[in-house]
């Protein structure tokens, strides 16, 4: 854009306030060609008006707001309004025009991010200026990059919706608000960090209305159906769920919960922080600024007389000798714990502190997952898997011959995969699966049984060609080597 004089004859064709108040500079190069630069390059629908409007082909570029800024200063108000009707009031104060703007591209980059189905969105200061990405299944993308000037002002205009302290720029600082894009309400969570060029946001988007909490439909096979029943129904003992963070575990602990709520039990749950709203339970979040902990909260619920109680996480010895407690008076306690698989809930109890006694009192059994991306069915085509797969994964070569290769098409924004679906591996108390035939099991602390259903599932997933093969790798490396090194 830079390269481009400009030429402001375009303005007879756009209108002089139309142009000032949606941030562009129309320029005409002929009268068959003109070009548009845009500051606010997520406004889909201004674009479509002007395509409209002119009825040439036009070319959109990217440019700053300082640069939209500074050719308005540079020419007269008068200039370039001849003529054509005005489709918008134009502000006279550029102050208050760029808060508009600046309003206008935040809405815009909101509702972009909603439509490519985002999960977070990060705005994230560098040398000269600002990268803008957002989170689409899993993998983060570049939308944007801003200069230093645009950055200062969306930062500014983030933290005022946030309703975050504008002065403060040393300290992080966490908000959450709510907002109607396309008449649905959503919750954002807006996480601000100073970084040594300015201030990084990030923003989580949570869908209030979308979520069905459907055991259903996360992704179950009938045996892994099986299993988590087995787990789930219960008067009392402790449910863990485990695995990396945004491997979807939250939203499995809230399809457990939804399922085992009923009119005659009580639950409360202790959050950090509480990311959906369910009906029909009391969610408490935490705070360590006011000392209410984990720790400090359970004790206070224990005195509700609950059912059922649901602990975001065990992450200190304090909280986990409680929650078993609290197993042992008769509760059936939920929560995640940091560890990769369902095996090494296991072992990161006995780290807190717990013995093995204990565990196998009150543990009814620990549910790992993770998400893999569906390939896109509109570009999908298979290949067959190359020798050196084969070598590498000995586990695919009798029953997988060939995997899903994408190519990206409109249908999914050129990335090749859309959505995405959880595998799951189970631990589950012996004693609960008499009944249950899995596959891949073996007993480990004499009590439990391992149902590695991480394998089971991407072979029944890779043969439907319903996962990405790129995903699955890294699960087939650590089998291969469980296999090779560990050998229980
Ligand atoms: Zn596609």
Redesign the pocket.
């Known amino acids: 854009m830079e390269n481009i004089p400009i030429d402001s004859s375009g303005l007879d064709f756009i209108g002089h306030n139309f142009a000032t108040s949606n941030a562009l500079i129309p320029i005409l190069l002929d009268d068959k060609n003109c070009v548009v630069a845009v500051a606010d390059p997520f406004n889909v629908e201004l674009m479509d008006t002007i395509s409209q409007r002119l009825k040439i082909p036009i070319v959109f570029k990217l440019t700053s707001f300082q640069r939209v800024k500074k050719f308005w200063e540079s020419i007269s108000p008068k200039q370039g309004t001849n003529g054509k009707e005005n489709m918008a009031p134009a502000s006279t104060n550029t102050g208050e025009l760029e808060s508009v703007l600046v309003d206008k591209f935040f809405d815009n980059l909101l509702k972009m991010s909603i439509s490519e189905r985002a999960s977070d969105i990060h705005l994230e200061h560098c040398r000269g200026g600002m990268c803008i990405r957002i989170r689409v299944d899993g993998k983060l993308h570049v939308v944007n990059n801003v200069d230093k000037i645009l950055a200062q002002a969306i930062i500014a205009k983030t933290k005022f919706k946030a309703d975050a302290k504008i002065d403060e720029v040393h300290l992080p600082q966490d908000r959450r608000i709510r907002v109607k894009i396309f008449d649905k309400n959503y919750d954002l969570r807006i996480s601000i960090l100073p970084t040594i060029y300015g201030e990084n946001v990030a923003i989580r988007i949570f869908d209030q209305e979308d979520n069905d909490f459907d055991l259903n439909s996360i992704g179950l096979g009938q045996k892994q159906s099986a299993l988590m029943e087995s787990i789930i129904n219960g008067k009392s003992g402790l449910i863990l769920l485990c695995g990396p963070t945004g491997c979807g575990k939250t939203t499995t602990l809230y399809t457990i919960l939804k399922k085992i709520s009923s009119q005659d039990r009580k639950v409360i749950t202790i959050e950090d922080p509480i990311e959906y709203r369910l009906d029909g339970i009391s969610q408490v979040p935490v705070n360590d600024e006011i000392g209410l902990s984990f720790a400090s909260i359970l004790r206070s619920v224990l005195r509700q007389s609950p059912n059922v109680i649901m602990v975001g996480e065990i992450r200190d010895h304090e909280t986990a000798e409680l929650v078993i407690q609290a197993t042992l008076t008769g509760h059936l306690v939920l929560s995640t714990i940091h560890c990769n698989d369902a095996v090494g809930a296991i072992t990161r109890l006995l780290d807190l502190g717990i013995s093995e006694f204990l565990i196998k009192s009150c543990l009814r059994g620990s549910i790992s997952q993770r998400l893999m991306r569906k ?6 085509t298979s290949r067959e898997l190359s020798d050196a797969e084969k070598v590498s994964f000995p586990q695919l070569a009798d029953s997988i011959k060939m995997v899903p290769e ?7 924004s ?5 959505g995405r679906i959880a595998i799951f591996d189970f631990l589950v108390k012996k004693s609960l699966t008499n009944n249950l035939s899995a596959i891949n099991q073996e007993i480990v602390f004499d009590d439990f049984l391992h149902a590695d259903s991480f394998s089971e599932n991407i072979l029944r997933l890779l043969e439907d060609r319903a996962i990405m093969f790129e995903d699955v790798i890294p699960l087939l490396v650590n089998d291969v080597q469980k296999v090779e090194h560990v050998k229980f």
């Open positions: 390939p896109c069915q509109f570009c999908m994408v190519h990206g098409c409109k249908n999914c050129r990335k090749g995969y859309r």
